[in-house]
Structures are given as structure tokens and as C-alpha cells.
């Protein structure tokens, strides 16, 4: 549905974006994430239309983005990190606007209006002016404008930026209802959001992609990967050498003074060699026990090893 290759993008010598490439299937929610600065509005730009890469290409279904924007642009519906809105419009005025902008036709208007609106929660407010309204029905109405003419694919930049965690509750259960038949990208650098709406993550840090990976998969990979942490009585500046002279061993960090955390290769078990160590070399075990990595624990890892 969505198929991103080699996207770059230069302001003079600055890249913000370099040879980003994924694709996204019909019917998934992909997580796009990383810190504030990554690319990510820059991609999401690129992939609405809004601003062409200095090279690379996007294809929105069979629609080449650089070679039939408007083509394109007729299967997106986009929500920036600011909403587009006008204050001094009703909810429903609004709406009726952007249908038109849109190309929605006139015996279909009122029908897409509608649904947009019943689908968004903001039926009940639809008389009043948006600029007397709360941001999280101000967030709604800017998904209704991304959804009024019932795009295939939806983009949206930090979607729950500014709400109070009612209203994220809100906008992750609303994003989840819109995916199925249609593609959803979401755009944030909030990692809950991902884990909670997602089905799929891209991990984008300093302009380049660094994992790329389905929900599912990415918690078996966190659920079986265990450091283990190890305090011992007695210690040395030769223990971590040690440590890592055991082969299933891949790294050692020590924690404080005579507390390690200790990594294995590829979720190796290596309980039974570490203990072993710990008694021949008399360093008094006082506790080993497992470490689980989270989902947190692979994303600063993964943006904090990029470049190294």
C-alpha cells in the first residue's frame, strides 16, 4: 500500500533524512518512532506530498507521489502535528469545507460528514465554533478532516501531543477503529503509543532507519533475551574480565561496586557457568537473578548504538 525507498532529504549540508526505506501493508498501523529530531515529520511530509525529497521515491498504492501528487494525495488522509483548523468555524462548517477541498461529491457530502463525525465523537459539538472547543475534541476534528473523504491510507504526526491521558485513551482507541481495510502510519516519539496502537514499528534516529520490526515479534525477541544481574561480596578490577572470558558472554556493566549487570549472547543461559566462576574464584555470590529486557531497553539501544 505504502512503499518508501532511499528517501533523502537536504537543507544545504544538513541531511534530515538519509536513504530511508519501508513499506507498509493494507490494514496495518505502523508505528513510526524516534526522538524529537529523527525525520520523522520530514518523511511524513514526503510521503503526503507536502514537500518533495531531494532524492528517493514514495509509491501511495500504484501512485508514484513525485510524478501524480494529486493522485496520490486522493488516497491520504493526513493530520500534521498542528491540525489544520480555522477557530472561527463551526465543527460542522468546518468539515463541510474540507469535504469540498477534497473533491467529495455533493449527494455523497452529507453522508461522509456524518460518518466522520459519529466516528470521530464530535457529533454532540458539531454547532459550535472549534475555537471554543478543548484540545482533545480539537484533535478529533482534525482526524475527521484526515477521514471525511474516506481515504485508504492515513497519516498522523504526534496524533496525542498536548492531551491529558484521557484523551490519549481516547485517540488510541479512535486510531485502532479507523485501521482494517485502511493503512494507518502514526508518527510520534512516545513509545506507549506505539505498544498500545501499533501492529508494526520503524525506529528512525538521525535520519536513518535502525529497526524495523512487527509488535509481535519485537516482544518475543524482549521476552526471551534476559540479562542477569550478579552482586558479589568480593571483587577485583579483574572480574569483569573474567566475566567475559565465559564465551556465551557478550557484555558486563557494573552497576555499582560489586553489582554487574551481565548479557548473554543470543538468550544463552549462562547461570551455570557465572555461579561456577563466582565460587572458584571466591567472590561470594550474595544474588544472580534474571534482568528482562523491555521494549523501552530496545529502543535506547538502538538509537543510542546508531553511529557507533
Known sequence: MIRVENLTKRYGDLV????VSFQVKRGEILGFLGPNGAGKTTTMRIITAYM?????TVHIADFNVAENPIEAKRQIGYLP???????DMTVYGYLDFVADIKGVSRKDKKKRIDLAMEKCGIVDVK???IGNLSKGYRQRIGIAQAIVHDPAI?????PTIGLDPKQIIEIRELIKNLSGERTVILSTHILPEVTMTCTRVAIINEGRIVLEESLDKLSEKVQTAQNLFLKINHWDREVI?????IPAVSGVDE????EFIIEPKDGADIREDLSRMVVENGWGMLEMRPITHTLEDVFLRVISTEGE
Open 81 to 87: 502535528e498542528n491540525p489544520p483548523l480555522y477557530n
Open 52 to 56: 518533495p525529497p531531494t532524492e528517493g
Open 16 to 19: 534530515a533524512i538519509n536513504k
Open 154 to 158: 492515513i497519516v498522523l504526526d504526534e
Open 241 to 245: 574480565d573474567k566475566i567475559l572470558s
Open 127 to 129: 454547532k459550535r465554533l
Open 255 to 258: 552497576s555499582s561496586s560489586g
